[in-house]
């Protein structure tokens, strides 16, 4: 018997006592945001302004109910694998002309971010989604949760996951409309 603890959760900056909503799966960038706690980090400036997202922890909870069955288990395991190795990536584009890390990055060039660090410059949005989550793919990995963006339509975004459950048969992947702006895909690989 399996209870899916996806959905709504609470979370909370571990040295602060207020809670928030969150979503799992999913990652604290996007809950932050969501909760207007934090600007978009690849806007304009504001990724030195959260920064500090990184270097701190964050605590998410859940409260859930058993059913009659579940109580009368001998044994009730909770088991959440992973929760410590979660990978995340993001499929965006350049703003402007730069160089960052010595690439040299021209507008509007599909920039594939890993772990919020810049791993390659793409011209395809599906290239360089699919490439990124191999990437990140872990031999140990089990699950790939693809939020595409409201630049990315439905059709496009399922013919992607499609792909990845053909090409990485030993992973679930997980589609969700996220419907986020300047992300065509915000990638979580456990």
């Known amino acids: 018997m399996q209870k899916n603890l996806n959905g709504k959760w609470l979370f909370k900056q571990s040295d602060k006592t207020q809670w928030f909503d969150a979503c799992v799966p999913g990652c604290n960038f996007l809950d932050l945001m969501d909760n207007n706690l934090i600007d978009d980090p690849f806007i304009g400036l504001n990724e030195k302004d959260v920064a500090w997202v990184g270097e701190k922890d964050f605590e998410y909870k859940k409260t859930f109910n058993l059913g009659e069955d579940e ?4 044994e009730v395991l909770l088991c959440a694998k992973a929760l410590d190795t979660v990978s995340t990536g993001q499929v965006t584009f350049a ?4 160089l960052y890390e010595g690439h040299n990055i021209k507008k509007g060039e599909i920039l594939a ?3 919020n660090k810049l791993a390659f410059i793409e011209k395809d949005v599906s290239k360089a989604a699919y490439k990124l989550t191999k990437r ?4 140990d990995s089990a699950y790939v949760t693809l939020i595409y963006g409201s630049d990315v339509s439905d059709e496009k975004a399922e013919e992607l996951a499609n792909i990845m459950k053909a090409k990485f048969g030993h992973v679930e992947v997980m589609l969700i409309n996220g419907g986020q702006p300047v992300y065509y895909y915000i990638i979580s690989v456990e």
């Open 113 to 115: 971010l890993d772990n």
């Open 95 to 98: 703003a402007r002309d730069s």
């Open 136 to 139: 990140m793919l872990k031999g």
């Open 71 to 74: 109580l009368n288990c001998d």
